[in-house]
């Protein structure tokens, strides 16, 4: 194992989040050739962080410490353009083509991303959101690809985008401080569709809910490594807490506490934009 490999990895993160730690650590990189690639996608705000964090206590799962976009300049990012938390409003710009001419921009990535991980990981867990928009791009240049797309009531992720994003931040002062409950809404709306446009373009996709996943964990963590042709995760690795965005929490449905936040007006905002969508997965209005 390298010297760099020993560091501790708080330090090759943030180094790799640079520009330049990339480049000093070039000549460190190496490709990757896994078993196979795990990339858990769904909306903003769907727990997709939680998922990551369980697969990553799979004694045969390597997963990267952050989201991958964040330690590679290959792949483009919302905030690259103004838009934090909200890819549906820049979605020419990060989609990837799955042709052959992005093959280098594949190789590159890999290299970046394979200084965060083991030096022969088998099994490599990746979680951008944006990349809910690029599963034909990673099918095509990181195979064998198995994604699971994690679904949280539309309600529920709409209150969270809405809480969290930062328009201002990254340069959309017309809308202050928080998004409009619509457009929000329209971020999940566009992101299940995506799914359903791509799903019948790769080989290998799962759907889990939020809502399973949180109330009976070790049953779907068996659901998934079954899909992922791996030894179960045993009930222990679903157990304890959990640091989500800095925040020290038990496994439990967030639901209800996102939920109570909306007014009468934010429900019919959602709604009107995701009303299709809420009823395929079957989410009511509370």
């Known amino acids: ?19 330049w730690g990339r ?45 991958g976009v964040r330690l590679t300049d290959a792949l483009p990012r919302p905030e690259d353009v ?6 549906c409003r820049c979605l020419d710009e990060i989609r990837l083509s799955p042709d052959p001419s992005e093959r280098d921009r594949a190789a590159r990535i890999r290299r970046h991303w394979s200084l965060a991980l083991p030096a022969k990981p088998a099994n490599i867990l990746e979680k951008s959101i944006a990349n809910t928009a690029r599963l034909p791009f990673l099918q095509a240049h990181f195979g064998p690809a198995y994604f699971i797309h994690l679904v949280r009531n ?5 209150e969270g985008l809405r809480r969290k994003g930062q328009p201002r931040r990254f340069g959309r002062h017309e809308f202050g401080d928080a998004y409009p409950m619509a457009m929000c809404a329209e971020q999940w709306q566009v992101s299940l569709q995506q799914i359903e446009t791509d799903g019948d373009l790769v080989e290998h996709l799962l759907e889990v809910r939020y809502e399973d996943l949180v109330a009976q964990p070790e049953s779907e963590l068996a659901r998934i490594t079954e899909f992922l042709q791996l030894p179960i995760l045993a009930l222990g690795g679903a157990q304890g807490d959990f640091d989500i965005h800095g925040v020290r929490s038990e496994i439990q449905d967030m639901n209800g506490q996102s939920i109570a936040r909306l007014s009468t007006q934010d429900l019919d905002a959602i709604d009107s934009i995701a009303h299709s969508g809420l009823t395929r997965c079957g989410y009511a209005r509370a």
């Open 82 to 87: 103004g838009w934090h938390r909200m890819w």
């Open 1 to 19: 194992m390298s010297a760099w490999h020993r560091a501790p990895m708080a330090l090759r993160k943030g180094m790799l989040k640079r520009p």
């Open 23 to 67: 480049q000093l650590l070039a000549p460190l990189a190496h490709e990757l050739r896994p078993d196979r690639w795990i990339f858990v996608v769904g909306c903003y705000s769907s727990g997709t962080t939680l998922l990551r964090d369980l697969l990553g206590r799979h004694q045969e799962i390597d997963a990267l410490p952050s989201e």
């Open 154 to 158: 539309g309600y529920a992720v709409a």
